[in-house]
């Protein structure tokens, strides 16, 4: 991960639980500084350390500032989160694209934050006058609103995402391997070989059909050397031997 991190603004945020949440979000994206805008109650409560889960540092090490205006003043470059239409002219990001804004912003040496709303009414408009640009989420339209520590979540893994070495998708074999596609064959001869006996086997017209249905069921399930080796006993003993 790089060093260079946003910090998360709550301003304004209304439950201590909900703030204890929110550092247990950012503490799973790898944020680190939290600044509290005035909040209704203590983010070192024993509410508020127990939603945190493990993240206590993150709220000791909080700030907490009067105003809007002070915990963005040392700061180059601010997104602002919110769900509704602003009567402002602004650039707006979905979570990904202001994400990579901000790991751009933060590679050039600025100072980055991620600014959340009041959980019941959202930012302000005098608040979010302060910020550079807005992230708006495509969400339900009948239903947008998130919980703040969901939102905090949402924001801080595409940052993360822009950070982190992710796997790419990948099939996981665990002790075992990927079988070539001459044992597989095998298999299925072994399998057809035993089918004599049906009389779809026998049609030669049903026959064909049926043994290209059932090579495509096992040549494009990556099926591993030990699913062989199972499927093979599973049919040895339906067979009797």
Request: aromatic content about 6%; glycine content about 4%; proline content about 3%.
């Amino acid at each position: 991960m790089n060093s260079k991190t946003p910090c998360v603004i709550l301003v304004e945020p209304q439950l201590a639980e909900n703030v204890g949440m929110a550092a247990r979000a950012m503490k799973n994206c790898a944020l680190r500084e939290l600044r509290l805008v005035n909040p209704r109650e203590d983010h070192l409560s024993a509410k508020a350390l127990s939603a945190s889960s493990n993240s206590e540092e993150i709220l000791q090490q909080a700030k907490v500032f009067a105003s809007t205006e002070e915990a963005v003043a040392d700061l180059q470059y601010v997104l602002a989160t919110t769900a509704r239409h602003r009567d402002q002219t602004k650039m707006v990001y979905n979570a990904d694209a202001g994400a990579a804004a901000v790991a751009t912003r933060l590679a050039n040496g600025e100072k980055c934050g991620l600014m959340f709303g009041p959980e019941r009414t959202g930012l302000r408009n005098e608040d979010i006058c302060l910020a550079d640009a807005i992230i708006n989420v495509p969400l339900n339209p009948e239903h947008c609103s998130l919980n703040l520590s969901q939102a905090v979540l949402l924001v801080g893994y595409e940052f993360y995402k822009t950070q982190a070495a992710i796997s790419a998708p990948g099939l996981v074999t665990n002790h075992t391997t990927v079988a070539d596609k001459e044992k597989v064959l095998l298999f299925c001869k072994n399998l057809e070989s035993r089918l004599e006996q049906f009389a779809n086997y026998k049609d030669e017209h049903k026959k064909e059909k049926l043994v290209i249905n059932l090579r495509n069921i096992f040549t494009r399930a990556e099926m591993t050397e030990q699913e062989l080796n199972t499927l093979y006993g599973v049919i040895n003993y339906l067979s009797g031997k």
